[in-house]
DNA sequence: CATCCATGTGTAACCGATTACACACGGAAG
DNA sequence: CTTCCGTGTGTAATCGGTTACACATGGATG
């Protein structure tokens, strides 16, 4: 493979100036800049990532942390954050840590070994010094928010307010919440929200914390919906969570959305595959990881203050495990 | 940051020793080596990856190519490939090809560019001449073989058989196939593994094909039970078609298991969260990644030959889209 | 005693880029 | 006619490692 020598020699310039255009910094002549053009296509070259990072210290990389990606939610996410990165030049690192510390500080060092240009970081373990000591732009995502570092986010607590308040406008008399861990911050958010809608409405109303997995999900649905077989309402602090609710009430022989109304968050696209498909609020996962990518570019480029928060609005998608009252 | 210098000079001895020590090539005395280990450790010095790169010209990094992230198969293999990898000190790149071609030589072109020690490719489109003049190591990974590159596969014929016999000892007596892409290698075998059991019986059977969406499956399913009312047994091609089955069964207003039986075919964690759970053909994805980590290690390494082939047997597990007969 | 080989170590070239610095040229300003 | 500055270019050091090669030592072999 061609070296950035071999143009120079090729166009008859030194190697100062073919780097001097490849990087458009510094003069270069229009003639230069021809032979070296003619060069490149004639000796099909291209630069050597590795060597232009030994010299930079910064990779077109960005590492993306997830905790947990056998839950669907971050595969859309990743997707999405994936297609945005390629489009500018930079090739994305995913990496499980498996809500462990140690994973995920082990991946952050092997990644800074190789020079990432960036993290996004999509984990619940909030270490300000931490990651403010690690001196490699970041941003959070969805998970953690602090006013030091930038990040993106739902606005979930609206969110949870509309998925609710669309819940109880179905015609629901006994609700219940069934969150995700409240140590989570967005999931603390949305029963914030569950609880800002029920507020002062004279309506019986559960609230249950449930781990972001199926199964524990279905248990804790199973025994509460055991205990108040009132409740014909719930709203689920995820889609995973809405998908054990639905398995859960089948196991009680209820029918949804006839006995118990649903709805769930997220909106993954596993919410439309289920039966009977998810009413839910969707976060915009797409736009949320597209956003993440933009900004951590901007603050690699310098082009953007340290300390942005951008805050995306949650929509409502209406499927079958609701039923609006005029029907 | 301290550098291999910093550690030779602390430590008393030249960078060569220090690098011959660092790789365990080459003679290193006794006493050189303790030396060498102290000054490392009170330096907490780390070899950088890049410059390393940058003479051996190979990353410990991998790249996993697969045609569509959204298809949770391919995020749980990912996972497996993503643990097993990290094991051995390998980082792994994710890059999702959309099943198109261009965008999947893209990522080869940057991964080479970044010069990945190998790759494991997951897609479809086989272009033989294309991989081998890669020159570097690769193994395929469940959905093309290649008798001249090295590959890790299911035995999918005889899963299919498994699971298409499962069925018929279930009882049912019109039995269809719904299958994936039949220029998907595995999707084509898991046909011949349907075809095989079904072979000389006195029933009746269809095989219609589908994309590996759930969407299309739920047409292909809901138009054929339509047309053919007395089927009552499915085989689907992968799990994901099994839930648009599902729900075309659903919308038909019959039941899984009574009116209608249904076996899966790959075992992602989504047949457990669906309602009735799945019975399914269980490929042991993640023996699958592993093994196909550990092959590509091998191949870097120059330990193995080169078109090693493993295939790896799929066992059945029995949920509830199936009634077993004496019940 | 000469030769050979295994062991151990250091020097310096090299991987392929970036970039500080020196220098050359020509027109504008004083 | 100097002086200065904007353009344009090349040389060589540098990033942090790997490794070919030269060389030293000392015991075994013939």
Redesign the pocket.
């Given at each position: 493979?061609?070296?950035?020598?071999?143009?120079?020699k090729h166009a008859?310039?030194?190697?100062?100036?073919?780097?001097?255009y490849?990087?458009k910094?510094?003069?270069?002549?229009?003639?230069?800049?021809n032979k070296i053009e003619v060069s490149i296509k004639q000796l099909d070259?291209?630069?050597?990532d590795?060597?232009?990072s030994?010299?930079?210290?910064r990779m077109q990389t960005i590492g993306l942390i997830v905790p947990d990606i056998t839950n669907p939610f971050f595969p859309e996410i990743a997707r999405a954050i994936e297609d945005t990165a390629l489009l500018e030049g930079y090739t994305v690192v995913l990496c499980n840590s498996d809500e462990q510390v140690h994973k995920e500080r082990h991946y952050i060092e092997t990644l800074k070994q190789k020079y990432v240009a960036g993290f996004i970081i999509a984990t619940n373990q909030l270490e300000r010094e931490y990651y403010t000591g690690l001196n490699v732009p970041l941003v959070l995502l969805d998970r953690i928010t602090d006013s030091q570092i930038p990040s993106v986010s739902s606005r979930n607590k609206n969110g949870a307010a509309l998925g609710t308040e669309y819940l109880l406008s179905c015609g629901v008399k006994e609700i219940a919440c069934i969150s995700g861990p409240q140590d989570v911050v967005p999931a603390f958010e949305r029963t914030q929200g569950f609880l800002k809608a029920v507020e002062g409405l004279d309506i019986k109303t559960h609230i249950v914390e449930s781990q972001f997995h199926f199964k524990e999900a279905e248990k804790a649905a199973f025994e509460l919906l055991s205990a108040h077989p009132g409740i014909d309402g719930i709203f689920a602090g995820s889609d995973i969570i809405a998908i054990g609710v639905q398995r859960a009430v089948h196991r009680l022989g209820l029918s949804v959305p006839n006995d118990i109304q649903i709805v769930g968050y997220d909106g993954i696209s596993l919410g439309e595959m289920v039966t009977p498909s998810l009413t839910t609020v969707d976060q915009n996962i797409y736009q949320l990881g597209e956003t993440a990518v933009k900004m951590l570019l901007n603050i690699i480029k310098g082009k953007s203050v340290d300390n942005e928060h951008v805050i995306i609005d949650p929509s409502l998608i209406v499927r079958d495990s609701t039923k609006e009252k005029s029907k």
């Amino acid at each position: 493979m061609a070296t950035i020598k071999d143009v120079a020699k090729h166009a008859g310039v030194s190697v100062a100036t073919v780097s001097r255009y490849l990087n458009k910094k510094g003069y270069v002549s229009e003639e230069a800049k021809n032979k070296i053009e003619v060069s490149i296509k004639q000796l099909d070259y291209r630069p050597n990532d590795i060597a232009r990072s030994l010299s930079t210290k910064r990779m077109q990389t960005i590492g993306l942390i997830v905790p947990d990606i056998t839950n669907p939610f971050f595969p859309e996410i990743a997707r999405a954050i994936e297609d945005t990165a390629l489009l500018e030049g930079y090739t994305v690192v995913l990496c499980n840590s498996d809500e462990q510390v140690h994973k995920e500080r082990h991946y952050i060092e092997t990644l800074k070994q190789k020079y990432v240009a960036g993290f996004i970081i999509a984990t619940n373990q909030l270490e300000r010094e931490y990651y403010t000591g690690l001196n490699v732009p970041l941003v959070l995502l969805d998970r953690i928010t602090d006013s030091q570092i930038p990040s993106v986010s739902s606005r979930n607590k609206n969110g949870a307010a509309l998925g609710t308040e669309y819940l109880l406008s179905c015609g629901v008399k006994e609700i219940a919440c069934i969150s995700g861990p409240q140590d989570v911050v967005p999931a603390f958010e949305r029963t914030q929200g569950f609880l800002k809608a029920v507020e002062g409405l004279d309506i019986k109303t559960h609230i249950v914390e449930s781990q972001f997995h199926f199964k524990e999900a279905e248990k804790a649905a199973f025994e509460l919906l055991s205990a108040h077989p009132g409740i014909d309402g719930i709203f689920a602090g995820s889609d995973i969570i809405a998908i054990g609710v639905q398995r859960a009430v089948h196991r009680l022989g209820l029918s949804v959305p006839n006995d118990i109304q649903i709805v769930g968050y997220d909106g993954i696209s596993l919410g439309e595959m289920v039966t009977p498909s998810l009413t839910t609020v969707d976060q915009n996962i797409y736009q949320l990881g597209e956003t993440a990518v933009k900004m951590l570019l901007n603050i690699i480029k310098g082009k953007s203050v340290d300390n942005e928060h951008v805050i995306i609005d949650p929509s409502l998608i209406v499927r079958d495990s609701t039923k609006e009252k005029s029907k």
